[in-house]
């Protein structure tokens, strides 16, 4: 009687065990909501720029992060309109023939607005007023302009200084005096160098990066001169990219009324 007891229990035992595991083994129940759809990925605007002329734009030889202040308003124009940026490096005289042939889609790298260029491409409405300044060499004493008449001067090639030392030869020419001998260099950087080494006598560049090269060389027996002319920044499109070009704008107006491309520039220039 114990026994068959016993094998009553066992067996009711194994049936339990039995139930377990087939309750166990039952599918999870289906989930009653949806999961949340992943956001859709912005679409790509591949944008150009010659990172080799700060305080606009440069690249952090620890991080190799775009930097400066061009890179940080494309940033934020690219998340107010929706878009993300893929900023890539290119030689300057590169710029607007990779735009052409729509190897980019943009181009932001310091570059002024002018009549020229926009026979080839259509400019954002400008965001940075400047000025080119003549940059001269202590040892040189060159108060303006007119004591460059005849001197080498180094400028980056295709820029508005080269284009206002071409102008200013125009008016020495009309007056008798000798011309400005002008040395073309591939980057600011190597034009500044060229004074530096002594092979000119001074060189022609935006007022804000030559201020920035004197901040990060105060050594450099360097002086700055007045602006010599007053210029406009812009962002520079395919003229057949309208979309793309009111999109730009539009977030550039909106950063300007939220007072968060004011935030940038004081990161760079002040208020």
Not at 39 to 61: H, L, Q, R, S
Not at 105 to 121: C, H, P, Q, Y
Not at 185 to 193: Q, R
Request: one cysteine or more; charged letters at 25%.
């Amino acid at each position: 009687m114990r026994k068959t007891i016993a094998v009553l229990l066992a067996l009711g035992l194994l049936l339990g065990l039995a139930g377990c595991a087939q309750k166990a083994e039952q599918p999870a129940p289906a989930p009653t909501a949806q999961q949340p759809a992943p956001p859709p990925e912005k679409p790509v605007v591949k944008v150009g720029t010659e990172a080799a002329y700060p305080p606009f734009e440069w690249i952090d030889e620890k991080t190799g992060e775009f930097k400066g202040f061009d890179m940080d308003l494309i940033r934020a124009i690219a998340d107010e309109a929706g878009f993300k940026a893929d900023i890539r490096n290119m030689a300057w005289d590169g710029l607007i023939p990779a735009l052409l042939a729509k190897e980019i889609d943009l181009i932001i790298s310091g570059m002024t607005i002018t009549d020229e260029r926009a026979l080839a491409v259509t400019f954002s409405d400008p965001y940075f007023k400047s000025g080119q300044v003549i940059m001269s060499r202590q040892d040189a004493n060159i108060k303006g302009p007119d004591d460059l008449a005849g001197k080498d001067v180094a400028v980056q090639v295709n820029t508005t200084g080269q284009f206002a030392m071409e102008k200013l030869n125009e008016k020495f020419k009309s007056e008798g005096k000798k011309l400005v001998k002008i040395k073309k260099f591939k980057s600011t950087p190597d034009a500044i160098n060229e004074v530096k080494i002594g092979g000119a006598v001074a060189c022609v560049i935006d007022l804000p990066v030559a201020v920035e090269h004197m901040k990060a060389n105060p050594g450099d027996p360097f002086v700055i001169g007045q602006p010599i002319n007053v210029e406009y920044l812009g962002m520079a499109m395919r003229k057949e990219d309208t979309e793309l070009h009111a999109k730009i704008n539009h977030a550039l107006a909106a950063l300007k009324a939220s007072g968060k491309y004011d935030q940038i520039y004081a990161q760079y220039f002040g208020k």
